[in-house]
């Protein structure tokens, strides 16, 4: 299966290939998740629900019976230890959340205990539960419905954390990381909801742990993660309209987080900014930055640039929104600071 | 209750073993072998073997960092836990865990956990999973009075009975949250009492009476295993020892000596022997049998953990991930 490279959306699909919406990318992984495995069952509030999830779950219910995908008790700590005992007792339940800020309320259970069961008993068993989060940025969200958790959630060793940025992977990572046997959390971002990609309708894994770059170029690489991938492929076509070839690679996963894949492209092209729609300090942007700091001095010819949102919660209000988040002119004003202009 | 004799002297073996493992750990506790926080189970013992008794293997149970009695009693491997003790390779978690985090799959014992209130939900979900495949088996989760106070644990019995989820839930109320009193930290009965008894069964019995445990838990195990939802026993017991350590705390000055000394007269072990030997289930040569086996046993498995090799160093990133 070749990767996706390019942003799918301004693409031109060959004919030969079915282009899905993203969310129903993710809801046809777990179908056919639920269809070949008698294990799986999907869990959340909301879940079966008639917009199902912002559609990721859609159906899934009418299709695979009530005791497989259902609505949860408004009590995510617990639910949380549910989703691990079910796992420990040979199920795999993919737990989904329509706010990552709900996260916070199931640390205990997700990193006290998922993340360690497998370790503090040394191997003796696993808990192979996938929880889904989606990052509600949209209309004036606000301060607790929009927060990007990545920065804080990929700290903790035994917890596998993704990020897709494109419907094949949403569907490839989503199948598996019900296939991993560890926690994994797929952070998902609203924004990539409106597009559509390439999606074979074949059961197929995206692995957890590998980048991928989704541009190649010389002077400059932008590593990205989730929405951010396409706000840096848009920059780098802009990019290039100024004789600037950048290189976009897509992070993918945060835990296992592929390095090599990052100083790969830095000794290419010697300069990096990295792009994430968290916060900056303790964050995506400020992991790859030490990596590329620790491993990489040799091949750095200018000083490596984060593209964040800027320390401060989610604003609610029209205006502080736009100023908030990262988008394509900052990351191109980024690069703009290190790379030598061409024309 | 017309019980087996077998089953009174099991009960008396596993009580008495538990009490003789935890003496053997606080007397060695101070050569410093053992480098690892214990939280001892003397004067519970009678809750842990008399809700234990009526387990299969494949009942799963989950537990406390105070949970000796409980892996014990359930049959988990005693060698691996005193290992476990040690931090050897050869305990039941290499060493990893120490002796607030057990586990013997073989026994159904699935973990414990030192976060308070962290497995109630867990044993709720294994339950979930068991139900879902279409066995009997009941999930059962030792707790303390701590627990009680935590949000998860209204969550998870919710969760139990909304799902009429076979789970056991074995409260033991032992009056101590390391130096603070049930009384400071809650006020009347736990509220599950109340409990419309068709959505979850409830009992409240001494935890230092090992019959009355075993007979209570009986019937709330009939209950979970024929399908009719969770449990909620409360085992009222009291906490010997001090929080975590070896030795008596009694000078410490936060409960009074007299206390201690009324509850050390009620040991659940010495008032069901005299009464095995009062109803002649058995002889006092025989018990004496019973417990000259059970410390060649203890020798043994701290010949066994001194002889183990510790974890070395280059494995410390090994079991982050499982394959
Ligand atoms: C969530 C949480 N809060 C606090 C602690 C610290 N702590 C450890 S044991 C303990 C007392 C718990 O008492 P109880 O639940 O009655 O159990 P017992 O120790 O009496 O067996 C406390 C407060 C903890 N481990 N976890």
């Not at chain 1, 777990?30 to 509030?45: H, K, T």
């Not at chain 2, 060493?95 to 586990?103: A, E, P, T, V, Y």
């Not at chain 2, 010495?270 to 203890?298: H, K, N, Y």
Request: net charge negative; hydrophobic share 40%.
């Amino acid at each position: 299966m070749p990767e996706v490279r390019e942003l799918e959306w301004l693409r031109e699909s060959k004919p030969s290939e079915r282009m899905l919406g993203y969310p129903q990318a993710i809801c046809e992984a777990l179908d056919q998740a639920l269809a070949l495995d008698p294990r799986v069952f999907v869990m959340g509030q909301g879940v079966d629900d008639p917009g199902g999830m912002f559609g990721t779950t859609k159906g899934l219910h009418n299709t695979h019976g009530a005791a497989r995908c259902f609505d949860t008790p408004l009590a995510e700590a617990s639910m949380t230890g549910v989703a691990i005992g079910a796992a420990l007792g040979g199920m795999r339940p993919v737990y989904m959340h329509n706010r990552s800020d709900f996260l916070f309320l199931t640390l205990d259970q997700l990193v006290n205990h998922a993340s360690k069961w497998h370790y503090m008993f040394a191997g003796a068993v696993s808990v192979p539960i996938v929880v889904w989060a989606c990052i509600g940025r949209g209309w004036g969200s606000g301060a607790q419905h929009s927060q990007a958790l990545q920065g804080t959630m990929m700290q903790y060793p035994g917890l596998k954390v993704v990020m897709p940025s494109t419907a094949y992977d949403a569907k490839g990572l989503m199948l598996a990381a019900i296939a991993d046997n560890n926690p994994v959390l797929i952070l998902e971002h609203r924004h990539n909801f409106k597009y559509k990609g390439a999606v074979p309708e074949k059961v197929y894994t995206v692995p957890i742990g590998k980048g991928v770059v989704r541009r190649a170029g010389s002077d400059v690489t932008i590593a990205g993660i989730s929405n951010m991938v396409n706000e840096a492929l848009l920059a780098a076509k802009d990019l290039a309209a100024i004789g600037i070839d950048a290189e976009v690679v897509d992070l993918r996963s945060l835990r296992p987080l592929d390095e090599t894949l990052v100083l790969e492209s830095l000794r290419k092209t010697g300069r990096l900014v990295v792009t994430d729609s968290g916060w900056k300090t303790g964050g995506v942007a400020a992991e790859v930055a030490a990596i590329a700091a620790e491993k990489g001095l040799e091949f750095l010819k200018a000083p490596v640039r984060r593209v964040t949102c800027p320390d401060v919660p989610t604003p609610s209000g029209y205006t502080l929104e736009q100023a908030f988040y990262a988008a394509k002119d900052d990351i191109i004003e980024a690069v703009r600071t290190i790379v030598p202009p061409r024309r | 209750m017309n019980i087996p004799r077998e089953t009174l002297l099991s009960l008396y073996h596993d009580m008495l073993r538990t009490r003789r493992v935890e003496e053997s750990i606080e007397s060695l506790y101070h050569e410093d072998q053992m480098k690892t926080p214990i939280h001892l189970y003397i004067g519970q013992e009678a809750i842990a073997a008399g809700v234990c008794a009526h387990l299969r293997d494949d009942d799963p149970i989950f537990t406390t960092y105070r949970s000796h009695g409980q892996y014990l009693s359930k049959g988990g491997d005693l060698n691996s836990m005193i290992a476990e003790l040690h931090c050897k390779e050869t305990g039941c978690s290499k060493g990893r865990g120490g002796s607030m985090h057990l586990i013997d799959l073989s026994a159904g014992h699935y973990g414990s956990s030192a976060i308070v209130g962290g497995c109630l939900p867990i044993a709720t979900g294994m339950a979930f999973a068991k139900k879902a495949q279409g066995s009997d088996a009941v999930t059962v989760t030792f707790f303390g009075d701590g627990a009680t106070e935590e949000g998860i644990f209204y969550e998870s019995v919710n969760y139990a009975m909304l799902k009429k989820l076979p789970v056991v839930f074995v409260l033991e109320n032992n009056e101590w949250a390391v130096c603070s009193h049930v009384s400071t930290r809650k006020i009347g009965e736990n509220l599950f009492h109340g409990a419309d008894p068709e959505h979850l069964y409830t009992a409240k019995v001494d935890g230092n009476a090992v019959l009355d445990v075993y007979e209570e838990a009986g019937r709330a195990f009939a209950h979970a295993r024929s399908g009719k939802g969770p449990a909620f026993l409360e085992c009222m017991t009291y906490r010997i020892r001090g929080h975590a350590g070896s030795g008596s705390d009694a000078d410490l000055g936060y409960r009074s000596p007299e206390d201690i000394e009324v509850w050390a007269k009620r040991c659940p072990i010495r008032s069901f022997r005299a009464w095995l030997l009062r109803e002649e289930v058995e002889t006092p040569i025989e018990l004496e049998r019973m417990d000259a086996q059970i410390e060649t046993e203890i020798e043994n498995a701290f010949a066994f953990a001194t002889a183990s090799p510790l974890p070395k160093g280059e494995d410390l990133l090994l079991h982050i991930y499982g394959e």
